[in-house]
């Protein structure tokens, strides 16, 4: 298992930037890949982003162009790099560590004001 501890978050205005950090108790480089989900309120915890160990991004279509995932496996961290925020992208984020039984961060809120 891995602790994945999230930070970063906090309240901007809609069309500002973010970028959340996801610090891995460990190396993160036998992790097969990491990830972002995000909860918010009243529904569905919904997929964000990917990266494979090898470096390999995929995204969710609300997210694409506006979001990236990086990793420095140096550092033991993943990042979600979010610009042009929309109200919309409220919610909890959290990181996941795609491993068996999984591992998942405490979350971090990011709120987006019109």
């Known amino acids: 298992q891995v602790q994945l501890v999230e930070s970063g978050g906090g309240l901007v205005q809609a069309g500002g930037s973010l970028r959340l950090s996801c610090a891995a108790s460990?190396?993160?480089?036998?992790?097969?890949?990491m990830a972002w989900y995000r909860q918010a309120p009243g529904k569905q915890r919904e997929l964000v982003a990917t990266?494979?160990?090898?470096?390999?991004?995929n995204y969710a279509d609300s997210v694409k162009g506006r979001f990236t995932i990086s990793r420095d496996n140096a550092k033991n961290t993943v990042y979600l790099q979010m610009n042009s925020l929309k109200p919309e992208d409220t919610a909890v984020y959290y990181c996941?560590?795609?491993?068996?039984?999984?591992?998942w961060g405490q979350g971090t809120q990011v709120t987006v004001s019109s």
């Open positions: 996941y560590g795609v491993l068996p039984g999984g591992s």
């Open positions: 460990r190396s993160i480089l036998s992790i097969n890949a």
């Open positions: 990266i494979t160990r090898g470096g390999t991004t």
